[in-house]
């Protein structure tokens, strides 16, 4: 299975970009999914996940308020909406899936990973 991630760029701090992920099939509604992210000469760090069916949600505590994770059934896709971005916030950001919720959120990895798409926040 691929997962399709788009909706990466340039950006300038304060903006916002939606970032989006589709699976190759549909896959979706079975896995929790998320968002991890490695901005350059760092380790990959977790983002946010969520289950699909019952919404359990989790993000990590620097984009609290700031990010929102969200899915959308009839598509099959995933999204992360990204507000009031920093500097800080650039990184290679990569959509994830995974059996078990617990993979992405205490595990920080995954059992399907997207190709990644380049976010950049600068002025």
């Known amino acids: 299975v691929q997962l399709q991630t788009s909706g990466g760029g340039l950006v300038q701090p304060g903006n916002s970009l939606r970032l989006s992920c589709t699976p190759s099939r549909r896959i979706f509604g079975s896995l929790a999914v998320g968002w991890f992210r490695q901005a350059p000469g760092k380790e990959r760090e977790f983002v946010a996940a969520k289950t699909w069916n019952d919404g359990e949600i989790y993000y990590q505590d620097s984009v609290k308020g700031r990010f929102t994770i969200s899915t959308d059934n009839a598509a099959n896709t995933l999204a992360l909406q990204m507000n009031s971005l920093k500097p800080e916030d650039t990184a290679v950001y990569y959509c994830?899936?995974?059996?078990?919720?617990?993979?992405?959120?205490?595990?920080?990895?995954?059992?399907?990973w997207g190709q990644g798409t380049e976010v950049t926040v600068s002025s």
């Open positions: 994830a899936a995974a059996t078990a919720i617990h993979t992405l959120v205490i595990l920080k990895t995954a059992n399907y």
